[in-house]
C-alpha cells in the first residue's frame, strides 16, 4: 500500500474548489475572482476574534507582514501554518521520505490535499501555543469554553486561507494566493502608515496622527512651530515618519531593478537552422523563495523560544534560546540570547541613538542578524535549487525535451557552461535577497523588508503573468 492509497480518504473530507471546465478561464474572469479572493481575505483580516482578552504580548510581530495576518482578528495566524506545512512536505519530499510524480493527476491532487490537512494540523498546534501561552489573556480567565472556541475559529480561518488559495491553484485567479495575500497586506500597511488619519491625544506634542504624511501636513497648518512640526514628521521614532516612506519607495525600485537583471544564454533547435532563442537565467534564481523559507524559521523558533520563556523564566536554556521582555508595551521584544540577535534591529537612527542597550551590544546584534539572515538565504536558495529539480541538470533535461541545444556547445560543454551561471545564480541571488532584507530594515522601511521583497516580487511575477495571457488572447483572435 503506497502513501496515496493511504492519504486519497483522508484528503476527500477537505472542502476544496472546483477546477475550471473549460481549458483556459479568460482574464477578465481571474482579475474578478482574483479580486474576489482577496477582498475575503481582507475582510477576516478586519473580524476580531470572539473570547480573547486583550493583551500586549505579540508571539512573532516581525512577521505579521510577512505571513499577511493581522494581530487578534480571524486572520491571526494568516498564511503561516500553510506555509510551513507546503515547505516541509517539500523538503521531505525531494529528501525521498516518499515519492511524488507530479505529472500524474492522481498523485498531484492527493498530495496537494495532504498539504492542506497538514497545514490545518499546523495551525491547530500554533493555535493551542497562541491560547494556553497566554497570548489572548491568562486560560484561567478565558476558561475552557472560549479557549477551544479560540482555536475552533483559528482553525475556521485556516480552512478558508487554503480555500481561497485554492482558487489562484486552480487557475480561477491570477499568479499565486499566498504571495498576493502578502503582497496585498504589504500595501495595505504601507499606504495606512503613509496616509492613516488615526491619531493619539493627550501627548507632549499634542495630537498626533498615525500617518507620516497627515502628521506632515497637521503639523504644517495646525502649528506653531513649522520648522519643529517637519522634523518630527521626518524622524519621530514612536510613530512612521517620512524618512520610512521614503525608505519604502527606495527599497521598492531597487528590488524592481534587481528582479530585472539576468544573462541571456543563446540557445537553437536541433536540426532546424533558426535565428538564437535568448534563454535568461535570473539573477534571482530562486525568486523569494530563500526569505520566506528564513521567515518560517525564525517565526517557528521565536514562537518556541518566548513559549520556553514564558513557562520557565531565566535559565541556562533561556539564556541560550532567548530572554524576552513580555512587559505591557513591548510586545515580547527578545532582550537577550539568541533570539535577540537574530531577529531585525530597529532602522540605524533608533538604533544607536537608543541609550537602553550598550553600544557593543548595539553593534553585536547588528553583525549578527546581518549574517544571519544573509547566510540563511543564500543556504537555502542553494538548498530550495536542489529541491525544486531546477539545477544544471534539470535545466539540460528540460532544454532536450525541448529539443533545444546551446549553440556552439556540445553535451557536456554545454552542461559545463550551464553550470557555470546556475548555481552561482542561486547562491549570489539568495545573498542578494537577504542584503535586501537587511538593508531594508535598518533603513526603516515601512512592511518589513521581507515584505516589500515578496511584495515587489509578486507584483512584478503578476505583471508578467497579465502581459502573457495578453499576448495569448490576442494571437488567439487572429487564428
Known sequence: MTWVDIA?????????????????????????????????????????LYGIRPTNTDLFPYLRVMFASNRGTLMELGIGPTMTAGLILQFLTSAGFFRYNEND?????????????????????QAMIYVFSGSYGPVADLGLFHALIIILQLVAASVLVSLLDDIFQKGWGIGQGQSLFIATNTCEAII???????YEDGTE?????????????????FKDDKLLAVREAFLRNHLPNI?????????????????????????SRKNIKTAPIPYPIKLLYTSNTPVMLQS?????????????????????????????????????APEGGLAFYISPPTHLIQ?????????????????????????????FSYLWMKLSHITTKDVYAKLQHQQLHLKGYRDEAAKKFLNRYIPTSAVVGGLVVGGLTVF??????????????????????????ITKQQKEDQEKKFH
Not at 356 to 374: C, E, H, N, W
Request: include cysteine.
Open 351 to 379: 538604533l544607536f541613538t537608543d541609550g537602553s542597550v550598550p553600544i557593543y551590544k548595539v553593534i553585536i546584534r547588528l553583525v549578527g542578524y546581518s549574517a544571519f539572515t544573509i547566510g540563511t538565504c543564500g543556504a
Open 205 to 221: 506634542r499634542g495630537r498626533e496622527f498615525h500617518g507620516a504624511f497627515i502628521a506632515l501636513f497637521h503639523g504644517l497648518f
Open 243 to 267: 524618512l520610512n516612506i521614503v525608505a519604502t519607495v527606495i527599497i521598492f525600485f531597487t528590488v524592481i531593478f534587481v528582479q530585472g537583471l539576468q544573462c541571456k544564454i543563446a540557445v
Open 440 to 465: 531594508s530594515e535598518l533603513l526603516g522601511a515601512v512592511g518589513s523588508g521581507t515584505g516589500i521583497l515578496l511584495a515587489v516580487g509578486t507584483l512584478y511575477t503578476l505583471y508578467e503573468e
Open 105 to 125: 493527476p492522481t498523485e498531484r491532487a492527493v498530495y496537494q490535499g495532504l498539504q492542506k490537512l497538514f497545514g490545518i494540523v499546523m495551525t491547530l498546534v
Open 8 to 48: 486519497k480518504p483522508l484528503v476527500k473530507i477537505f472542502p476544496e474548489v472546483a477546477k475550471p471546465i473549460a481549458p483556459t478561464v479568460p482574464l477578465r474572469e481571474r482579475v474578478f475572482w482574483s479580486i474576489v479572493a482577496l477582498l475575503i481575505y481582507l475582510v477576516a483580516s478586519q473580524i476580531p
Open 192 to 198: 495606512s502608515r503613509a496616509f492613516s488619519f488615526k
Open 296 to 332: 518560517a524559521l525564525t517565526s517557528n523558533f521565536f514562537m518556541i523560544s518566548q513559549l520556553v520563556f514564558k513557562k520557565v523564566g531565566t535559565n541556562i536554556i533561556t539564556r541560550i534560546l532567548g530572554t524576552w521582555d513580555l512587559t505591557s508595551g513591548k510586545q515580547g
